[in-house]
């Protein structure tokens, strides 16, 4: 994958993908999983059938490990190696795109759009595809939740998270995450992910909290076109759990 500019080529492969049914990426944390070890884990993911792998996770990954890990990924596999970043220091020229994410409700205006115009320079020279998304943090939000400053959203108001995401859509966003936090014990709700599906028509991301085929069955039968896991492999690697919520994805993709 070669970066581009607005709307560039990886943002184009992903648009390809939604056109054949829902996607799932692979979220891999270079601390816990550097270099050559990514690889291997993308490399797998891979042939499981995940379209995407996400480079990110922790607070404080350095460009000295995030630089290598990604250039390692790139080599193992073909598909996007999409920078899911903490921060400035998480950027590399070594990806191919960065989720470009305003985390919609902090109460932190760096997190909202400050650190974005510190980073934008940065990205622009690197080569970076800055892929527009709005990210909103629903309950319980984990870790996410303390470290962004979030007014997490309640799992029983899908309303306010249609409110969030379509105000990201007429900002110009293309694409909206719900996410859960890592490790949460249950996804965002499908009612949530139904309602913004039903009002927007951003591509919609969710994760946090999917460790299964039967976390994965409701989120995608409620139009939720990217799952995201990484929690799941952390814990069991790429084993049965990860692998039921690929099955799912695909089967849904082969309707």
């Known amino acids: 994958m070669s970066p581009g500019g607005p709307a560039g080529r990886v943002e184009a492969y992903l648009a390809g993908l939604r056109e054949?049914?829902?996607?799932?990426?692979?979220?891999?944390?270079p601390d816990k999983s550097?270099?050559?070890?990514?690889?291997?884990?993308?490399?797998?993911?891979?042939?499981?059938?995940?379209?995407?792998?996400?480079?990110?996770?922790?607070?404080?990954?350095?460009?000295?490990?995030?630089?290598?890990?990604s250039a390692a990924v790139k080599?193992?596999?073909?598909?996007?190696?999409?920078?899911?970043?903490?921060?400035?220091?998480?950027?590399?020229?070594?990806?191919?795109?960065?989720?470009?994410m305003s985390l919609l409700n902090s109460r932190d205006l760096d997190l909202v759009i400050r650190a974005h115009a510190r980073a934008a320079t940065s990205i622009r020279s690197m080569g970076l595809e800055p892929i527009p998304t709005g990210y909103v943090v629903v309950a319980p939000g984990m870790r996410v939740g303390e470290v962004g400053r979030v007014d997490a959203v309640a799992r029983d108001d899908p309303a306010t998270a249609v409110g969030?995401?379509?105000?990201?859509?007429?900002?110009?966003?293309?694409?909206?995450?719900?996410?859960?936090?890592?490790?949460?014990?249950?996804?965002?709700?499908?009612?949530?992910?139904?309602?913004?599906?039903?009002?927007?028509?951003?591509?919609?991301?969710?994760?946090g909290g999917i460790r299964s085929g039967r976390d994965a069955r409701p989120l995608l039968g409620a139009g939720a076109d990217v799952l995201v896991t990484g929690t799941v492999t952390e814990e069991e690697g790429l084993g049965e759990g990860y692998r039921t919520i690929l099955e799912e994805v695909h089967r849904v993709r082969a309707r």
């Open 75 to 100: 080599a193992a596999v073909r598909v996007p190696a999409i920078i899911f970043p903490e921060g400035a220091g998480s950027l590399t020229p070594e990806a191919d795109a960065v989720l470009f």
């Open 20 to 29: 054949g049914g829902p996607m799932h990426w692979t979220l891999i944390d």
């Open 164 to 207: 969030f995401a379509l105000a990201a859509e007429m900002l110009g966003m293309r694409f909206v995450y719900l996410e859960a936090g890592s490790g949460a014990p249950r996804p965002v709700p499908a009612a949530m992910v139904r309602a913004v599906r039903e009002a927007t028509r951003v591509t919609l991301i969710v994760g």
């Open 34 to 69: 550097p270099g050559e070890r990514a690889a291997g884990i993308a490399r797998g993911a891979v042939e499981l059938g995940t379209h995407a792998i996400l480079l990110g996770g922790s607070t404080g990954i350095s460009r000295a490990v995030i630089g290598p890990t």
